[in-house]
């Protein structure tokens, strides 16, 4: 089985900063791709960035220029460096990562809680 572990969550006030850090742990051959989501009250899931094994990056709009996803694929570790945040920036911050076991699979974190205050 696989695991992931986040870190970093908490409250900030606007135009702070925040690091997220998801370590995975277990039966891991390779990860394919690293992945933060946010549920924010009310709104559906959504996808804040993602990251290759390579280093290729992708993010959603309203978080480009703000956020950077990187990860360091000897710890099976990725983060997300929150800067500038915004009181729309508050959710339940998720981990993903799409998993070779032997087999691939995604698994999820237990989220972490991001609250931006105005």
């Known amino acids: 089985q696989v695991q992931l572990v986040e870190s970093g969550g908490g409250l900030v006030q606007a135009g702070g900063s925040l690091r997220l850090s998801c370590a995975a742990s277990g039966n891991i051959r390779s990860i394919l791709i690293m992945a933060w989501y946010r549920r924010a009250p009310g709104k559906q899931r959504e996808l804040v960035a993602e990251i290759t094994g390579r280093g290729t990056s992708n993010y959603v709009d309203s978080v480009k220029g703000r956020f950077t996803i990187s990860r360091d694929n000897a710890k099976n570790t990725v983060f997300l460096q929150m800067n500038s945040l915004k009181p729309e920036d508050t959710a339940v911050y998720y981990c993903?990562?799409?998993?070779?076991?032997?087999?691939?699979?995604?698994?999820w974190g237990q989220g972490t809680q991001v609250t931006v205050s105005s």
């Open positions: 993903t990562a799409r998993v070779n076991t032997g087999v691939y699979n995604d698994y």
